[in-house]
């Protein structure tokens, strides 16, 4: 499990929240925008649907969890890898780019999803462009194994082995950019890919019930057992989502979701913040305690 930040809600950025927590990961997601921010769940939800109905996923869940949040700095403080995907505008990116350098943890690495800005642009005012790299997903991102990589002048070999890595854990596979022009998939070539995607589903089905290949450091070599849990994830359920250090011990009223500790549930009622899941404002927070 690494810990994601993704930047805009969009359609791109909604989606590559999906398919890291699709893969096991957990996501925080950010938007000024928090209408848009309280439909992120809906639209995962559809995913999942979709999904399953396809073929693509064993199971009903992710194995991961997006949370939605509205304050850059809780979003990206402990993300190991950040996802930018805000409209294509070089001046908002700019901004977005140089306080958020200002915030992140000082070995996190920065990707923007950005089809058109030049990324040494995107990058001017940042602080670490050794850590900075144009990584485009593709749309759909569930099913495209592409992700184009352009770097800046001063990307640093070791930063794009780190990405190289976490993307080959979940079946993907760097490339990149030959001359100027993005890589533009046809329908015919995105098909091609989701069929793909379900054999390889099928294949490792057959073989344990699971795609063992979707779940970083769970495939064990040699034992086959079906896992027929149906929630069987790979992050610990009872930690925190949001600090991922102490344990969930407290239900947001009114609308009862077990996400967070106490500490980080008071931290969200301070602020005036909603639930991470469900974007519901919280009225209460109630202690929880286990035997
Ligand atoms: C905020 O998001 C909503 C829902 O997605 C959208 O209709 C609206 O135009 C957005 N507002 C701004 C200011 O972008
Ligand atoms: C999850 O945390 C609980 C409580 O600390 C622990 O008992 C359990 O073994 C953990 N499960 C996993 C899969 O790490
Ligand atoms: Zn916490
Ligand atoms: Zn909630």
Do not use: W
């Not at 495209?144 to 780190?162: G, S, Y």
Request: aromatic residues 4%.
């Amino acid at each position: 499990m690494v810990k994601i930040a993704v930047l805009g809600c969009g359609l791109m950025g909604t989606k590559i929240a999906g398919c890291m927590a699709y893969h096991g990961h957990r996501v925080k997601i950010f938007d000024v925008n928090a209408s848009a921010l309280g439909t992120v769940q809906e639209i995962l939800d559809q995913d999942k649907e979709d999904l399953h109905r396809d073929g693509l996923m064993t199971h009903h869940k992710f194995l991961g969890q997006v949370l939605c949040m509205s304050r850059l700095e809780d979003t990206v403080e402990d993300a190991e890898f950040i996802f930018e995907a805000v409209i294509e505008d070089i001046d908002v990116k700019k901004e977005l780019f140089e306080r958020l350098t200002q915030m992140c943890k000082p070995d996190a690495i920065i990707g923007s999803n950005s089809l058109q800005c030049n990324i040494d642009d995107i990058a001017e005012r940042a602080n670490c462009k050794e850590r900075i790299m144009n990584l485009r997903f593709l749309h759909p991102v569930y099913t495209i194994p592409e992700v184009e990589i352009t770097t800046t002048r001063h990307t640093t070999p070791d930063n794009v082995e780190k990405v190289r890595q976490l993307l080959e854990k979940m079946g993907k596979t760097l490339f990149y950019r030959s001359g100027k022009e993005p890589l533009i998939l046809s329908d015919i070539q995105i098909a091609s890919r989701k069929l793909a995607r379900r054999k390889q589903i099928l294949r490792q089905r057959g073989l344990a019930g699971f795609p063992l290949n979707d779940v970083p450091g769970l495939g064990h070599d040699g034992n086959t057992t079906p896992m027929q849990d149906d929630d069987c994830a790979t992050s610990n359920d009872s930690d925190c989502a949001i600090c991922m250090d102490r344990k969930r011990d407290c239900l947001l009223c009114p609308c009862h979701h077990l996400v967070t500790c106490h500490e980080c549930a008071k931290s969200l009622v301070n602020r005036q913040d909603s639930c991470p899941i469900c974007r519901k404002e919280i009225s209460e927070i109630i202690r929880v305690y286990t035997a």
